[in-house]
């Protein structure tokens, strides 16, 4: 399994910009698929971001789309979530989580589908 820390969480003002990093460790080759996800109180987890590492396809939901940009350092092991034009709804707790390899080229949305979970990181934006 693979082990995942996320930092990077900060309290912004609206517009503002925020890099989120989730430092993956263990036998990560045994997932080629990464996700961002967020809760904020009261709501469900939901994904904002995906990545298959080894084909670099990406997928947002509309809420996000054009202001998060998720990427991978292989290098670092890392995935970083570059988020930018801040609104107060991004509010939430921020996490990572790495789905089991697959062999077709997407990566799911459902939460189901990953089974390594960091603690996560907060964020906060103010208006």
């Known amino acids: 399994q693979v082990q995942l820390v996320e930092s990077g969480g900060d309290s912004v003002q609206a517009g503002g910009s925020l890099r989120l990093s989730c430092a993956a460790s263990?036998?990560?080759?045994?997932?080629?698929?990464m996700g961002w996800f967020r809760q904020a109180p009261g709501k469900e987890r939901e994904v904002v971001a995906r990545l298959n590492t080894r084909n670099f396809w990406r997928a947002y939901p509309d809420s996000v789309k054009g202001r998060f940009t998720i990427s991978r350092d292989n290098a670092k092991n890392t995935v970083y979530l570059q988020m930018n034009s801040l609104k107060p709804e991004d509010t939430a707790m921020y996490y990572c989580?790495?789905?089991?390899?697959?062999?077709?080229?997407?990566?799911?949305?459902?939460?189901?589908?990953?089974?390594?979970w960091g603690q996560g990181t907060q964020v906060t934006v103010s208006s």
């Open positions: 989580a790495a789905a089991p390899a697959r062999t077709i080229g997407t990566c799911p949305a459902a939460i189901g589908e990953y089974n390594s």
């Open positions: 263990g036998y990560t080759y045994s997932s080629n698929c």
